[in-house]
């Protein structure tokens, strides 16, 4: 198997009612995200209403794209790795605590994603970032979108194409990258309209053309943000490569154990003793 590509593993089967629950997952997320750019100015009473009303918005998303993809098609053994990933990612990643944007929760989700199918790697997001905020006390606003970045960064590395060996890692190790920045330029969206004076010229001001409310949020990116980010993918990098194989080894050993998917059934006993003869009454007493 080294010379060719790994087949696929499916913890969770996506039903297509799923997959159209998933896609409007997707576009209420980025209606969450970007609406300081599409939301004219005055729309809403108070400046904090809008990642309030998003913010529940997400979490019942959320429920309902977990309770379809339940439905489709997560059985015993699936919930039960499941669930033991969610406890490993809740428990190492208070280790990097995010600082100077260093994340161990990351390249779990990678490998999961990858091995497991992208099914299990948005379902994983989901529940490793809510379980990581029970434990840390990281409950409020936000949580809803790391919940829903995180998601993703799961679900899109069970999309990646096939490879194996050395170009695998190195394809996932880019991914692990790539996904360190964009989730860091995404949830910067949840609060920059509130963490600047509105006198900064790399703040949020409403009413403002397209273009040059994007020039101002690029620039407070590269200002506040892009450092963190760095500091995301480099340690996704890192881990990928480094435990990447052996991680990507386990995972693979335990789908093959476990045949999420393997079609069961019950038939009739065949043999010589397919009839045991009844057992003879009981003449005691």
């Given at each position: 198997?080294?010379?060719?590509?790994?087949?696929?593993?499916?913890?969770?089967?996506?039903?297509?009612?799923?997959?159209?629950?998933?896609?409007?997952?997707?576009?209420?997320?980025?209606?969450?995200?970007?609406?300081?750019?599409?939301?004219?100015?005055?729309?809403?009473?108070?400046?904090?209403?809008?990642?309030?009303?998003?913010?529940?918005?997400?979490?019942?998303?959320?429920?309902?794209?977990?309770?379809?993809?339940?439905?489709?098609?997560?059985?015993?053994?699936?919930?039960?790795?499941?669930?033991?990933?969610?406890?490993?990612?809740?428990?190492i990643r208070p280790l990097g605590a995010g600082t100077a944007g260093i994340e161990t929760v990351f390249f779990i989700l990678v490998l999961?994603?990858?091995?497991?199918?992208?099914?299990?790697?948005?379902?994983?997001?989901?529940?490793?970032?809510?379980?990581?905020?029970?434990?840390?006390?990281?409950?409020?606003?936000?949580?809803?979108?790391?919940?829903?970045?995180?998601?993703?960064?799961?679900?899109?590395?069970?999309?990646?194409?096939?490879?194996?060996?050395?170009?695998?890692?190195?394809?996932?190790?880019?991914?692990?990258?790539?996904?360190?920045?964009?989730?860091?330029?995404?949830?910067?969206?949840?609060?920059?309209?509130?963490?600047?004076?509105?006198?900064?010229?790399?703040?949020?001001?409403?009413?403002?053309?397209?273009?040059?409310?994007?020039?101002?949020?690029?620039?407070?990116?590269?200002?506040?943000?892009?450092?963190?980010?760095?500091?995301?993918?480099?340690?996704?990098?890192?881990?990928?490569?480094?435990?990447?194989?052996?991680?990507?080894?386990?995972?693979?050993?335990?789908?093959?154990?476990?045949?999420?998917?393997?079609?069961?059934?019950?038939?009739?006993?065949?043999?010589?003793?397919?009839?045991?003869?009844?057992?003879?009454?009981?003449?005691?007493?």
């Amino acid at each position: 198997m080294s010379g060719s590509a790994r087949p696929r593993t499916t913890a969770i089967r996506i039903t297509p009612r799923a997959g159209a629950i998933i896609a409007m997952a997707a576009f209420v997320g980025a209606v969450a995200f970007f609406w300081p750019f599409v939301v004219a100015p005055g729309k809403f009473g108070s400046s904090y209403t809008p990642p309030l009303i998003f913010g529940v918005l997400l979490v019942l998303v959320l429920c309902v794209v977990i309770s379809e993809i339940a439905e489709g098609g997560i059985n015993s053994k699936a919930l039960a790795m499941l669930g033991v990933l969610s406890a490993v990612n809740a428990a190492i990643r208070p280790l990097g605590a995010g600082t100077a944007g260093i994340e161990t929760v990351f390249f779990i989700l990678v490998l999961a994603g990858r091995v497991y199918g992208p099914g299990f790697g948005f379902t994983l997001g989901c529940t490793s970032l809510f379980a990581s905020a029970l434990i840390t006390g990281g409950v409020g606003p936000w949580m809803p979108y790391q919940m829903f970045g995180c998601a993703f960064v799961g679900m899109l590395a069970g999309f990646l194409p096939r490879a194996s060996g050395r170009p695998e890692i190195l394809l996932l190790a880019l991914y692990g990258s790539l996904s360190g920045y964009l989730f860091g330029f995404l949830l910067n969206l949840s609060f920059w309209p509130f963490s600047l004076d509105p006198n900064s010229s790399i703040a949020y001001l409403p009413g403002l053309p397209f273009t040059e409310q994007w020039h101002r949020y690029l620039a407070f990116d590269l200002a506040t943000s892009l450092g963190w980010d760095t500091g995301r993918a480099v340690t996704n990098f890192i881990c990928i490569v480094l435990a990447g194989p052996a991680v990507l080894t386990v995972f693979r050993r335990a789908a093959r154990k476990a045949r999420f998917q393997a079609p069961f059934g019950f038939a009739p006993r065949r043999g010589p003793d397919a009839e045991a003869p009844p057992l003879a009454p009981n003449r005691e007493g």
